[in-house]
């Protein structure tokens, strides 16, 4: 046996379109989402930068005084030591050549320039 459905009234299906048709959309508000998130990553790179310093990540090709190779922090204008044997930078990173001058002499005193090393015979 196959149910028959009650006819709908079509008022009804009238009041319903009705009912849509009257809902117009809002005007969308301007997101104000992104001004927060702007100044909080803002504040957290000001953060990394004010703790962290310069990365040293682009540096100046060898530079060669007083019998010395350093290379330069173009970001920032620390300086380090550089060997120019292995082509590799080592020591700490400082303003001052002569400070990084003072390190390496107190911890490779065999390794000054200039200075010939005495061979016993």
Sequence with gaps: MVK???KKNSGDAKIMTDAVEQEKPEKL???SW???GVVATSL???AVVAFRGCWHGNMSWPVGVQG?????CLSCGAMRLFDEKSFNAYG???YDLNEL???EKSTCPE???GVNAQHSV
Excluded at 68 to 72: G, I, L
């Design 92 to 94: 700490p990173f400082r």
């Design 4 to 6: 028959k459905h009650p």
């Design 44 to 46: 957290a790179g000001a």
């Design 111 to 113: 390794s000054v320039p």
């Design 68 to 72: 010395y190779s350093y290379q330069v």
């Design 101 to 103: 001058i003072a390190w």
């Design 34 to 36: 992104w001004w927060p």
């Design 29 to 31: 508000k301007k997101s």
